[in-house]
């Protein structure tokens, strides 16, 4: 079996349940931080891809020139059938690759937010994990339009755009669904309360939030993780 590949961002990405999820499913997998330098592998040799997110606009390749070669990545897996899920930013490239813009949102999502499905999550591979009212967690201020030919799957009250599919094999969660508590608690920590404060919150609030939600956060993200492993085995 070809590993499924798992694509950081930052020294602090943890990827969350995943790889303990894929150590269930007994799946290899292997592990690439972007923004250290190295070449993307040959997509022949994975049988599934994740992209995680970053602190960055996807269309900062000046400062960040990985984001070009993510995109072309990210395009050519789409066009060949590899299953593919992008959280957050990976969310954003899978709209950038597929030729539509990705801008400042005019509000700025940070905590547990509530989800809304749409009627075609109702039978989706992975999103029909969520029910109306689940509550997700967030960090991110861009968003984009919903990429020609693909399916809504779910909304928010501030931001719309929050899940789509493109094709039987893509998926785009614009929400930080795969986090963990311990996550949570180094990204707060790495960003400092002066960060998060700008961002319209503050930690202790946020670490509220996910007293009352990060169990139920963390089952949902198993379930849906598990479930993407299986579309991955079905297509090797």
């Known amino acids: 079996m070809r590993p499924v590949l798992l694509i950081g961002h930052d020294d602090w990405e943890t990827f969350g349940v995943a790889p303990s999820t894929l150590q269930t499913a007994g799946l290899p997998w292997e592990e690439h931080m972007a923004h250290r330098g190295a070449a993307l592998p040959d997509l022949g040799a994975i049988s599934g891809i994740v992209l995680y997110g970053g602190a960055m606009n996807v269309d900062r390749t000046d400062d960040h020139p990985f984001l070009a070669d993510e995109r072309a990545f990210v395009r050519g897996a789409v066009d060949a059938g590899v299953p593919y899920l992008g959280i957050c930013l990976g969310a954003q490239m899978l709209a950038r690759a ?3 813009p990705v ?4 509000i700025r999502e940070i905590g547990f937010k509530t989800l809304h499905p749409t009627a ?3 039978d989706d591979a992975l999103m029909s994990v969520f029910r109306d009212g689940d509550e997700v967690f967030h960090w991110h201020e861009d968003t984009f339009p919903l990429p020609e030919g693909a399916t809504l799957l779910a909304t928010g009250d501030e931001v719309p ?3 789509f599919r ?3 094999a893509a998926w ?3 929400f930080h669904f795969e986090v963990d508590r311990a996550e949570l608690d180094l990204w707060l920590k790495t960003a400092g309360e002066d960060t998060v404060k700008a961002w319209g919150t503050t930690t202790e609030q946020v670490q509220e939030e996910a007293g009352r939600f990060i169990d139920g956060h963390e089952s949902r993200a198993r379930e849906l993780f598990g479930r ?3 579309v991955v085995r079905g297509r090797a």
């Open 166 to 168: 493109y094709g039987s």
């Open 98 to 100: 597929l030729d539509h």
């Open 172 to 174: 785009g969660l614009q």
């Open 228 to 230: 993407f492993w299986a």
């Open 120 to 122: 075609e999550a109702t």
């Open 103 to 106: 801008y400042p949102s005019r």
């Open 161 to 163: 755009m929050q899940a």
